[in-house]
């Protein structure tokens, strides 16, 4: 029973999203009762999930001795026999993962409560949402992730359909949902080929496993790839299969070209709110399946899901930065901007080895509340029954509300990656690990597409401080947490770039 | 003085940001005087890195170094020498100028507009004493964002377009010296730039590296044909952010070439020298014609500016001739001169801009056609215009006659086609600026708005007084810049000799 304690985060968020639930039948939606139970569940779960990252290093000593499996497998602590698994990794990006919601929530509540879908339901779908992320990020079993993906969806899907009488969000849920399920559903398949593979669900036994397959040969001389090829093993043709379908699922997730397609629709689509849930926090749960799946379990096919990751890298920066440029719609616009920091985030993976995947972890944390900001200015310019979707709507923004356009050069500076911003260091970190692992054309082609991707945000930047306000918009106000929350969530930007290691040093401690 | 306590230059580079995030953040109201306060105050900073200046030394000096990016070996290292500290005190010096311009002339937001030149002072200082090729960078690329704003914000009609075109073309250049930056801290081990200095690389690497160099710091200073980002942005730039645009961004560039490229990829550099003196040749004669035909005065000054900075780049590769013909004094002499031009460049290009923006203020047009006679009213004017026109033409006494001299004296060494090609400058500059003058100052009073002109106030006078002390200063006696560079300048001659595998 003991370690059902590390279990704790969860088990908390979910029984208080239960609670959430029910109280949200019988309180007028006016109050904002509903809000502020789920800002504390999600405070408590944040405490509980940070008390975690200290508590594992000690662990990570007593456990080390499993040198066979792979260096972040030592350092975790595991419930439910091993299907669920704390490291320095799971409790950092938990964390994150918590912060980012606190935020998201925030700035929704306004910009809901105006269009009356401030209901329960919002909330509770919301933290249902982030227990499916917090039981993905943790999942050390094949079952446990997909458990957590599904959780995640399906409160995605709902939340895309919000508003129910609106033709686009109904659209742009059915579409979600029909290929958010076909990635669903390559996923297992290539998670039936994986078991059938290795006899187990248990990521670690799966690495032991295929490590067993195909090292015995030859360990040192040709790499591990070779080695499961150079004997036809049915075992080493079954995982590889499986793994196509794995990638091709996590891609799906991420919305990394070209499974990238309802990306921009569901953006477009959603209300803001859920847009920019959907673009923040769901992209560290992916993030951490892969780092699960295929680093954790599959990291013997090393060399074969590294050139599919570099193809699909390449992809969507060229896709998602020049598609960008063509956009009006801003939401439209962020989310092919979205697909081109995938792009980047997966040169991190490609770059391998601890420096990539803890340059991929700050990649998507940076990203995460880089992009908040973003959508946080644009909720709050969407008031009084206006949605601010069109470019246009940011005109003169500065002169409308000084901080919000402060806060959105900055959120538009370090997605550019211009330095001191920390999107510059999150760019830096990527294309070193790229360059370390030999793949310097990607790092090349990287920051060209960054130059491109520069022009769209800067655009941004010009329509709020160049432009002069349209003639009959007036100042923006906005409540005073929120206010807060913002120039918190600017001066981050900012902190960080000149101080990144705050962050770094715990991505590191992930891989170390 | 190497030893000194205080840590001098991160004060010059930190109390210029963090007081331009107070100003901006302050308000309107005082801005002005406390922009002032915190230029002058950073100037008096600097100057203990002039008079406590080891002139008998190529080593750093008054460094700092600190962890900064443990787990990635990037660190925070600052250190100048005689190629850096006369840059860095030229910035420091310009900006107090640039207050002093922007005093009355700013009406819209001041508070904004101050605080970025404040804040882009203390990155330009950063970028002259990073000794880490990260910390480089990030101040480097920093720079960008100020001047971005200024240039969108307080600038002309198309203004829009000249700052995007100056952000992609400069950040376009940039990011390929990051990658040849990343690779080269893996191979070396770490991000120091000496440490990059030493490190041997062969002739394909070098190579490499020094067109990822040569794309950064060619659309930087800029070197025909990348140059054409350079008279959009000065035309639509308000006064004070020509001014800094010419005086200290453009040095930039020509430092990049003398800490970068030609210590880290000599051979490469070696290579490539007659290519980039055919450029640097097409910079001073073409772009001397071009300048000859504009009918907009900062278009003029902005093509003038690309033709002297061209003289920057044939006076460091030119270096690479006389290394082939062991001539070890003229390399000093070549590279020394396009040291001392990018100082007095950086005086006379400011009182150019400077000097247009007076007339601006008053009638508003930088048109050639729309002045004339300008000396009938406004005497004192006209004498500091022509003086910084001759200035600029390059005349014996001024500071714009040492650098050309120097440079074309070490051509002569190397080549006498060179020589007769880069002097040809003499007779272009002379004809392009003074004809200028000729049709803007003298001739009698053009129109009526001419008439009506007031002459420079004591703000003004003082303004270009001080750029003219020192056109002047550095003129008769130009050992006052030349000899702090003496020992780095020949230490950097005899490091590009080496061949470096």
Known sequence: MDNLALASPEIFLLSAACAVLVVGLFVDAERQLVYWLSQATLVVTLFLAFSQIGGVDVSGAAASEEAAVGERLRASMTAFTGAYAVDAMSATLKSWLLVVVLGVLLYSRDY???????????????????????????GQNLLTVYLGLELLALSQYAMVALLRDDGRASEAAMKFFVLGSLASGMLLYGMSMVYGASGSLDLGVIRETLALGGLDRDPDAVGNAVALTSGFDERAVGARFGLVFIVVGIAFKLGAVPFHMWVPDVYEGAPTSVTMFISTAPKL??????????????????????????ILSALSMIVGNLVAIAQTNVKRMLAYSTISHVGFLLMGIVGAGPAGYSAAMFYAITYAFTTLAAFGVLLALSRGGHEAVTLDDLAGLARRNTLLAVVMLLAMISLAGVPPTVGFYA????????????????????VIMSVIGAFYYLRIVKLAFFDEPAPLSAEVATAGDVTAGLAVNGLAVVVLGVFPGLVMTACLAAFA | MNDSSLPLLSLVIWLPILAGIAITVLGDARSRALALGTAALTFLLSLPLYFGFDRDTAAMQFTEQATWLPGLGIEYALGIDGISMPLIVLTTLINVIVVVSAWEVITDRPAMYLGAFQIMTGLMVGVFSALDAILFYVFFEATLIPMFLIIGIWGGPRRVYATIKFFLYTFLGSVFMLVALIWMGREAGSFSVLDMHEMALGAEAQLLIFLAFLAAFAVKIPMWPVHTWLPDAHVEA?????????????????????????PITPDASARMDTFMIAISLIAIVYIGFVALVQRDMKKLIAYSSISHMGFVTLGIFIAFRLIANDDGAGVALGMEGAMVQMISHGFISAAMFLCVGVMYDRIHSREIADYGGVMNTMPLF?????????????????????????????????????AFLAALTLI??????????????????????????????????????VLALFVLLVGVWPNLIGSVMHASVENLAEHISRPKY
């Open chain 1, 285 to 310: 749960a992916a993030f951490a399946m892969l780092i699960r799946l295929l680093v954790d379990g599959l990291e013997v096919l090393n060399a074969d899901w590294q050139q599919m990751l570099a």
């Open chain 2, 428 to 465: 272009l500059g002379a004809a392009y600026t003074l004809w200028m003058v000729k049709r803007v100052i003298l001739g009698p009073v053009g129109n009526e708005k001419v008439a009506a002109l007031t002459d420079i106030g004591r703000r003004e006078f003082w303004m270009l007084g």
């Open chain 1, 427 to 446: 760019k830096l970190v990527v294309l070193k690990a790229a360059i370390g692992a030999g793949y310097t054309w990607l790092a090349i082609l990287g």
């Open chain 2, 238 to 262: 308000p006064t004070a952010g020509s001014a800094v645009l010419a005086a200290i961004m453009l040095k930039m560039g020509g430092y990049g070439f003398l800490r970068f490229s030609l």
């Open chain 1, 112 to 138: 809901l409560s105006e269009r009356r879908i401030a209901r329960g339901e919002y909330y509770v779908l919301v933290l249902f949402a982030v227990a499916g992320m917090m039981i993905m990020v943790s």
């Open chain 2, 382 to 418: 006209g004498a500091f215009m022509i003086f910084f026109a001759l200035a600029n033409a390059g005349l014996p006494g001024t500071s714009g006659f040492v650098g050309e001299f120097m440079v074309i004296l070490g051509s002569f060494r190397a080549s006498f086609w060179i």
